[in-house]
């Protein structure tokens, strides 16, 4: 996920202006794993012909120089296209002063209700006072004290959905043994972080039982340089080792893994699983076998939340204070279905 998958949101999706999403994402749910207790979700709903028709709504996006990012706009102009409604759009390029400037614009202009997927939470107390005081939609970064919803990455359920599929893997081929477990995190991303890669052991054990990840190495590789100087290292510490489990915050730091791997012959020895499912990695999960699951985060369908739901708001209808992302595994077995990589 180039940036939040998401964060990790950002390659997809970093804190700062980090190129990977995931890492970027901080949820405003303090959700269950799968499996405390049901679905924490809402479903994609493609906007009502001229539902939006009189409506002058904003959008304020990250970076359009952010390829998860892209995805998640593209989204978001179509569905409001499909409403009828006006999008006021705004690039904040990741700078938080710009992001003040896009809301105050959105005040000059009228704009009744607004997303805001701008970086900085620390900011948008600010952010908020200066733009309309209209309802306003978080995408995976909270914008307290204005949001009515928070919309993005379920970051526990995320982590859990790869984490799981890589305890099938590790207990139908390996009994559970294996040699290390390596997870590439962005530690800045704080709360985020810890729910998706602790979302990752808490599904590996959940098939493997409690305590099954061992000799855990916790290394800060959320880009493809990073993962690659990291995962080189772990490797050479590692120099018998066979069974190496890799987990990524997003799909940049596995493509770093990979490449270290395949650098010194040993690209056998890695089993990984990341966060996003972007382009950059269908190709990889359709064709390697070591590649054993990423989990989806649909930033091309976005806006079939963001502006249904955003529409609601404006209407004074009720919307759920959380509106988390339906993720779901992708593996060799369903890339084709889900993506039609060209490859």
């Given at each position: 996920?180039?940036l939040?998958?998401?964060?990790?949101?950002v390659?997809?999706?970093?804190?700062?202006?980090?190129d990977?999403?995931?890492?970027?994402?901080?949820?405003?749910?303090?959700?269950?794993?799968?499996?405390d207790s049901?679905?924490?979700?809402?479903d994609?709903?493609?906007?009502?012909?001229?539902?939006?028709?009189?409506?002058?709504?904003g959008y304020?996006?990250?970076?359009?120089?952010?390829?998860?990012i892209?995805?998640?706009?593209d989204?978001?102009?179509?569905?409001?296209?499909?409403?009828?409604?006006?999008?006021?759009?705004?690039?904040?390029?990741?700078?938080?002063?710009?992001?003040?400037?896009?809301?105050?614009?959105?005040?000059?202009q009228g704009?009744?209700?607004?997303?805001?997927?701008?970086?900085?939470?620390?900011a948008a107390a600010?952010?908020?006072?200066?733009g309309?005081?209209?309802?306003?939609?978080a995408?995976?970064i909270?914008?307290?004290?204005?949001?009515?919803?928070f919309?993005?990455?379920?970051?526990?359920?995320?982590?859990?959905?790869a984490?799981?599929?890589?305890?099938n893997?590790?207990?139908s081929?390996?009994d559970?043994?294996?040699d290390?477990?390596?997870s590439?995190?962005?530690?800045?991303?704080?709360?985020?972080?810890e729910?998706?890669m602790?979302?990752?052991?808490?599904?590996?054990?959940?098939?493997c039982?409690?305590?099954?990840v061992?000799?855990l190495?916790?290394?800060?590789?959320?880009?493809?340089?990073?993962?690659?100087?990291a995962?080189a290292?772990?490797?050479?510490s590692?120099?018998?080792?066979?069974?190496?489990?890799?987990?990524?915050?997003?799909?940049?730091?596995?493509?770093?893994?990979?490449?270290?791997?395949?650098?010194?012959?040993?690209?056998?020895?890695?089993?990984?699983?990341?966060?996003?499912?972007?382009p950059?990695?269908?190709?990889?999960i359709?064709?390697?076998?070591?590649?054993?699951a990423?989990?989806?985060?649909?930033p091309?369908r976005?806006?079939?939340?963001?502006?249904?739901?955003?529409i609601d708001?404006?209407k004074n209808?009720?919307?759920?204070?959380?509106?988390?992302?339906?993720?779901?595994?992708?593996?060799?077995?369903?890339?084709?279905?889900?993506?039609?990589?060209?490859c």
């Amino acid at each position: 996920m180039a940036l939040v998958a998401a964060l990790g949101v950002v390659s997809a999706c970093g804190g700062g202006t980090n190129d990977s999403p995931s890492a970027t994402q901080q949820t405003g749910a303090s959700s269950a794993a799968a499996g405390d207790s049901g679905p924490q979700f809402v479903d994609f709903r493609t906007v009502e012909p001229g539902s939006g028709a009189g409506l002058k709504l904003g959008y304020i996006s990250l970076s359009e120089a952010v390829p998860f990012i892209k995805l998640v706009s593209d989204s978001i102009k179509k569905q409001a296209e499909a409403a009828g409604a006006e999008l006021v759009f705004c690039d904040s390029q990741g700078d938080a002063a710009k992001a003040l400037e896009c809301a105050r614009n959105f005040k000059t202009q009228g704009v009744q209700g607004y997303l805001n997927f701008q970086q900085d939470a620390k900011a948008a107390a600010a952010i908020c006072q200066a733009g309309p005081q209209v309802p306003v939609v978080a995408i995976d970064i909270q914008q307290d004290p204005c949001q009515k919803a928070f919309m993005g990455a379920n970051n526990d359920r995320a982590g859990f959905i790869a984490g799981e599929a890589v305890g099938n893997h590790a207990k139908s081929q390996w009994d559970c043994q294996y040699d290390g477990f390596v997870s590439l995190e962005q530690p800045e991303a704080g709360a985020v972080n810890e729910a998706r890669m602790g979302g990752y052991r808490k599904g590996f054990e959940s098939v493997c039982g409690p305590g099954s990840v061992k000799n855990l190495k916790k290394v800060n590789a959320f880009r493809v340089d990073m993962a690659r100087t990291a995962v080189a290292d772990v490797l050479t510490s590692l120099p018998g080792a066979k069974k190496i489990i890799v987990v990524g915050i997003n799909d940049d730091s596995i493509l770093g893994a990979l490449a270290a791997a395949r650098t010194v012959g040993r690209q056998g020895d890695v089993f990984v699983a990341a966060q996003g499912a972007d382009p950059s990695s269908w190709c990889e999960i359709k064709s390697n076998p070591n590649w054993i699951a990423d989990t989806a985060y649909f930033p091309e369908r976005y806006g079939e939340i963001g502006i249904p739901y955003l529409i609601d708001l404006v209407k004074n209808k009720s919307v759920p204070a959380n509106l988390l992302v339906n993720h779901q595994a992708v593996t060799k077995d369903n890339v084709e279905q889900l993506y039609q990589p060209s490859c």
